[in-house]
């Protein structure tokens, strides 16, 4: 018989549990225990039969397997699925939302092996999130013993031998018993593909040519300097700012020290804020900006990133998905989500190939339209850019402040121009912005709210509720009252913006999940071309899936030829809604093409045929810098 899943655990340090299941979850034949070191050729070996293997974490199994040139199509990623599945009001009423506390609430995901491990970029919420809270036992293994020689051990994070089954089980009932049980199949599919896409995202890694790295910092802060020393041009805007404010020891690179220096020369401030010091006109401040932004510089990109995390040409950044709580992915050090547009001249793509980067056009406002059904918002942006497309609707007169207000609408901004251009939106896009208005209110008093395909808000904190039924006792304090509707909303702000978010982040797992079908389809067929004979996988296999998880399920296929992950058309880069593919260069049009099929496929499997277009913009370049 052959399995639709397979279970992967250790039952004890240094062996591998395989375990076959029908596509009920019974067993489908005998369990296999291995050596860790031959997994990889057991996995090369079933992968032929497309299971889904059903692991604790992705990121403990799958890089070693990258590491052997084993590519796997389809997973289960255990703890993902569990973070979703536990909180989603979808399956709130299922024995796995229900029961107590178990390990699994606790698994965190490996950290970045190669690296010093750093806090992860801070999200639109930091307060929302442990985010630097992500890190495990070095080697991420874990010690049981085996369930079939019933010995009693547990492992290093508190599971028992046979958890994983055991776990699946449960994650297949709450599918089955939620009350859509189809939305939120396709999120806990998208987001373990998710899981293998951002594996594969490290193991390739982004092309980066340090030599022009070297040549930017060498031309912006001066050639590099000696330890403990800061560079040339740094020194020299230094000198200047020390001269300017009369104060030989000012020290820009402490807020404290520079707030206490601007005010002994009688410059009026609060904070030493970019946009607060653009605002002043006391000769100090145009080098201060200056040395400011040659400091970020050094300090997010300079040449101690560049000797920890380029390494043969490639920076291979560690993605955590599922790592904001709106359900974004994060990152462990490296910043590679907030690359800045000065080190992009560095992305260089290889001798004979191309970067093709594709960025979804005014995501999340197309997302608020899909998901509040508002025709006239989708009408404004079928066919061209939704920002001029609400000009030509007559609702507000600029780009500028059509965007403006979009932005004040999903985040809650209500002074200033966003504060002014929502009026008129609500007039002209009523549904989109009830849409929003209903998630906030639903966050001030306390509630929940859940993205398209199920992932659900964390409630407020304890204190947070406390703090609301003092402010509505008798004998409440106007300053406690007003303390609580400030805190209010504070979380209204948040759950407005979590259901778009979130539902874009949704929505990029199964542009993802396509995208990366596509590209092995792509690289077969492009490799079967140069070797007659030989037998590509197609697309039309991947058909075959499941109903509705097809393009977030993963691609068809065995195990890859040798070099194949990066030798063929490969992502090598994300950033919630812009990819970058690395292309051999005669498949660079055909690879662009396959980046908007997939942006339509992907709106599809989760709006259905709503009238919402979700267009890309797609640049064929060999520099980053180029792209935009």
């Known amino acids: 018989m052959t399995p639709a899943y397979i279970v992967v655990s250790e039952p004890r340090s240094g062996r591998v549990l395989l375990e076959p299941l029908d596509p009920d979850g019974a067993p489908a034949g005998s369990a296999a225990e291995l050596a860790r070191p031959d997994l990889a050729a057991a996995v090369a070996d079933r992968e032929r039969d497309r299971p889904r293997w059903v692991w604790n974490d992705t990121q403990r199994w799958y890089p070693d397997l990258l590491a052997a040139n084993v590519r796997v199509d389809r997973c289960v990623d255990l703890r993902l699925c569990h973070t979703i599945l536990r909180a989603s009001t979808l399956t709130a009423r299922s024995t796995l939302a229900t029961a107590p506390p178990t390990a699994w609430d606790t698994l965190r995901p490996v950290g970045a092996p190669t690296a010093t491990p750093k806090p992860v970029e801070p999200s639109l919420f930091d307060d929302l999130e442990s985010a630097s809270d992500h890190s495990v036992r070095e080697d991420g293994v874990f010690e049981a013993t085996s369930d079939h020689s019933r010995e009693a051990d547990h492992q290093r994070d508190g599971r028992e031998v046979g958890d994983e089954r055991r776990e699946f089980a449960l994650q297949r009932d709450a599918i089955a018993t939620a009350t859509d049980p189809s939305r ?41 300097p000696r330890e403990g020393e800061r560079p040339a041009e740094l020194e020299r805007l230094l000198q200047r700012i020390r001269t300017l404010l009369g104060d030989p020891t000012v020290n820009p690179d402490s807020p404290v020290e520079l707030l206490k220096a601007l005010r002994r020369a009688g410059i009026t401030v609060d904070s030493t804020r970019e946009w607060e010091l653009r605002n002043l006109t006391h000769p100090a401040i145009e080098p201060l900006l200056d040395y400011k932004k040659r400091s970020r510089l050094l300090t997010a990109n300079g040449w101690n990133w ?46 004979g190939r191309m970067l093709v980067v594709a960025d979804a056009a005014q995501l999340e406002p197309r997302i608020l339209a899909a998901l509040a ?73 306390g509630g929940v709210v859940s993205t398209r395909l199920g992932r659900t808000s964390p409630r407020p904190s304890d204190e947070w509720l406390d703090l609301h039924d003092l402010a509505a006792s008798d004998g409440a304090t106007d300053a406690l009252r007003t ?146």
């Open 184 to 224: 939120i199949a396709l999120l806990v599919a998208a987001e373990s593909v998710g899981a293998l896409a951002a594996a594969e995202l490290r193991h390739a890694g982004l092309p980066w040519s340090a030599e022009r790295h070297d040549a930017l910092l060498t031309r912006v802060l001066g050639p590099r």
């Open 306 to 351: 560049l000797d920890t995390w380029v390494v043969d040409g490639r920076f291979h950044a560690n993605y955590l998905p599922g790592g904001v709580v709106t359900g974004r992915w994060a990152a462990e050090g490296g910043g590679a989500l907030q690359l800045p547009k000065q080190v992009r001249g560095a992305v260089v793509a290889d001798e």
């Open 483 to 628: 303390r609580a509707r400030t805190e209010a909303r504070s979380w209204g702000r948040f759950t407005r913006n979590f259901v778009v978010q979130g539902t874009a982040a949704e929505w990029a797992l199964c542009w993802i999940g396509s995208i990366r079908r596509r590209l092995h389809a792509l690289s077969a067929a492009d490799a079967a071309a140069d070797a007659p004979g030989a037998t590509a996988p197609g697309a039309a296999d991947a058909a075959a899936d499941a109903p509705g998880i097809t393009a977030a399920a993963g691609s068809p296929g065995a195990a890859a030829a040798p070099n194949a992950l990066t030798t063929g058309p490969h992502l090598s880069f994300f950033l919630h809604d812009e990819v970058m593919v690395h292309t051999p260069a005669h498949l660079a049009d055909a690879v662009a093409h396959e980046l908007r099929e997939a942006a339509a496929e992907a709106g599809r499997l989760i709006f259905g045929d709503a009238p919402v277009e979700f267009p890309v913009t797609v640049a064929i370049v060999d520099s980053y810098d180029k792209a935009k």
């Open 373 to 445: 059904g508002d025709r006239a918002m989708a009408a404004a942006g079928r066919g061209r850019d939704l920002y001029d497309g609400i000009v030509a609707s007559g609702a507000v007169d600029t780009r500028a402040h059509a965007k403006v207000g979009m932005l004040g609408a999903m985040y809650g901004g209500t002074a200033g121009e966003s504060g002014r251009m929502l009026p008129r939106l609500a007039r002209a896009f009523p549904a989109a912005v009830a849409y929003v208005e209903a998630a906030a209110r639903t966050g001030e008093t």
